[in-house]
């Protein structure tokens, strides 16, 4: 039971380019969230999903998108990657209401 | 607005307790959430407490909710050099995602 899993661990990118990051979680959940980690700024979220097929936009969408086909899996899709979005990314999946399990993050830098 | 504060940093001595304080916005939150996060880890949810209740407790750790301020703390008893580490609050909020604080940077003496 490996709980929620997100490959790759660390990534650079060049100034332009693009790249899917994946979350993948075994335990049925409903919920799944991306979200940006910067220091003092905690995590903020940028799209999140409430089940299969379904996406919604969080705090701060720009310059992302997502695709939820199964329903356990969550892919981040970055089109042309700049600077501002070197960041820890993380993943998360939950039920409705209940504790949200964290992957252990994805370290993005863009040069 | 959905918006959730915190203060950086905390600097206790081991076996003092610690208070961690944070305040929200939406009134339409219906769980609030402490997790804890070590270096180099993803987050880990240490406790929950529903928006109808005033107090939470669960061994060392004391939630208290505050409604009408919309404020909450988390109280850990005999703080312990393990309990080093970025401590959030987040709030469940109406679209049914989660909203964190800036996080609270918990450094613990021996």
């Known amino acids: 039971n490996a709980g929620v899993t997100q490959t790759p661990k660390f990534r650079v990118l060049k100034t332009g380019q693009s790249m899917t990051l994946l979350c993948a979680q075994d335990?049925?959940?409903?919920?799944m969230y991306w979200y940006r980690q910067d220091p003092g700024m905690g995590l903020r979220l940028i799209h999140y999903?409430?089940?299969?097929?379904?996406?919604a936009k969080g705090e701060v969408p720009d310059g992302y998108n997502v695709s939820r086909l199964k329903k356990q899996n969550f892919l981040l899709g970055l089109e042309s990657a700049a600077p501002s979005q070197t960041s820890v990314y993380f993943c998360?999946?939950?039920?409705?209401?209940?504790?949200?399990?964290f992957g252990q993050g994805t370290r993005l830098t863009v040069v | 607005g959905e918006d959730v504060e915190q203060s950086l940093f905390l600097s206790v001595r081991e076996g003092d307790s610690s208070v961690i304080n944070c305040t929200y916005t939406?009134?339409?939150?219906?769980?609030l959430y402490w997790y804890k996060q070590e270096p180099g880890a993803g987050l880990q949810l240490l406790t929950y407490?529903?928006?109808?209740?005033d107090m939470k407790q669960d061994q060392r750790l004391t939630v208290l909710l505050n409604k009408k301020d919309k404020h909450l703390s988390l109280r850990i008893a005999d703080t312990q050099t393990g309990d080093s580490a970025i401590y959030f609050c987040?709030?469940?909020?109406?679209?049914?995602?989660?909203?964190f604080g800036s996080g609270t940077r918990l450094q613990v003496q021996p």
């Open positions: 335990m049925n959940h409903e919920y």
């Open positions: 939406d009134s339409s939150s219906t769980y």
């Open positions: 407490i529903f928006s109808n209740m």
């Open positions: 987040a709030e469940l909020t109406g679209r049914r995602a989660l909203t």
């Open positions: 998360a999946s939950s039920w409705e209401y209940t504790e949200a399990f």
């Open positions: 999903s409430v089940g299969e097929g379904t996406t």
